[in-house]
Structures are given as C-alpha cells and as structure tokens.
C-alpha cells in the first residue's frame, strides 16, 4: 500500500492531467507543464512515473478496477444463476457507469482529438468483453465466433449506437435502456452464441 503523500501525489498528477486535457490534446501536454501545474517537481513526476503515458495508464487501471468491482457487485446481485444475457447487461452497465460517472476523463478518450486515449480505452472495454465472452464457452452455450470477434462485434455496435444517440440528444437514462434492449435482442436471437447440443 502507497503511502498517503504519494497517493496524494498521484490524485493531484491525475487532476491536473485531466484538467489540461480540457485544454489541450494528449499529445501537446508535456511533463513539463504538467508539473508546472500540479506544483510538483519534474523529478517528483519521475519518482512515480516513466512518462505520462505510465500516468494516463495508471488513470485507466483505476478506472477497470472500479469498473470491474461494480461488474462483480453486478453479478452477485442480479444474476446468481448467471444468465448470458444478463451478464452482458451488467458488462454494459458498469461500463457505462464508470464512462459517465468519470465524464471529466473519459470525455477527452476521442479519437480525433486524442487517439492515444481513444484507442487504450477501446482496447480495453474490447479486453474486458472479450474475457466475458470467453467464459460463456464454459457453460451450455457454443460460440459461433472467437470471443475477440464477438467482443469487436458488440463494442463496435454498442459505441456506434451510443454515439448516435449522443448526437440526436438522447437523454442518458433513454440512451441506458435502450442499449440494454439492443444487446439483450441480439444476445437472445443467437446471431452470436447457440445452444450446445448434448
């Protein structure tokens, strides 16, 4: 366990990265002012981290294991007898949840302003999707595709939809449900999985 004044130390990095990513793409940030406006050393910076794609790393482990905590609170609370469709609702909703509850970060993650936190925040809501599916494999269920392709398949879609409900004004708790109701249809019309045959 760090201790409280580098924990410190690393929430002030993380804020005032967050905060110049208001500003300024990824890419123009440097360590330099990032350290000029956290008020901390370069050397400081570097006692923590290698670079501040170790930093923005580190915002994004955070951020998989709330995720990933609420997933697992998701499951034992609503789905005991582990249902696909359910468990990838519950996917979809810790996802969302951490993206919209950790907005001030996760607003920055477009692609053409910032493809660096684009494409690690792709990668891994794909990762954890992907880990998901997997595992259906080990119940009654066949996978018509790889779970790389079926995760592709799902985030792509899913992303897609929310993006076009972001740009006709969606409410959020509409932009919810509806999502939910899109990946249940294409989870209970076995487009992805089948069951297996005894």
Do not use: W
Request: proline share 3%.
């Amino acid at each position: 366990m760090e201790d409280r004044r580098i924990r410190k130390t690393k929430k002030n990095l993380k804020e005032t990265l967050v905060e110049l990513l208001a500003e300024v793409p990824f890419e123009q940030i440097s360590i330099t002012e990032l350290c000029k406006r956290a008020d901390i050393s370069r050397i400081t910076f570097y006692s923590h981290y290698s670079d501040k794609y170790a930093l923005v790393d580190e915002i994004f482990a955070d951020m998989t294991k709330i995720g990933t905590e609420d997933y697992h609170r998701r499951q034992e609370e609503n789905n005991p007898t582990r249902d696909l469709v359910i468990g990838y609702i519950n996917v979809l909703d810790s996802i969302l949840s951490i993206y919209y509850d950790r907005f001030e970060f996760f607003q920055h993650t477009n692609p053409d302003r910032n493809p660096y936190l684009a494409f690690a925040f792709y990668n891994i809501v794909l990762d954890t999707v992907e880990l998901h599916t997997s595992r259906i494999q080990k119940v009654n269920l066949e996978l018509k595709y790889s779970p790389r392709k079926i995760a592709g398949f799902v985030c792509f879609g899913i992303l897609g939809f929310i993006n076009e409900c972001h740009k006709a004004n969606t409410p959020l708790t509409k932009i919810k449900k509806e999502a939910r109701a899109l990946l249940a249809d294409i989870l209970k019309s076995d487009v992805v999985v089948k069951k297996k045959e005894r």
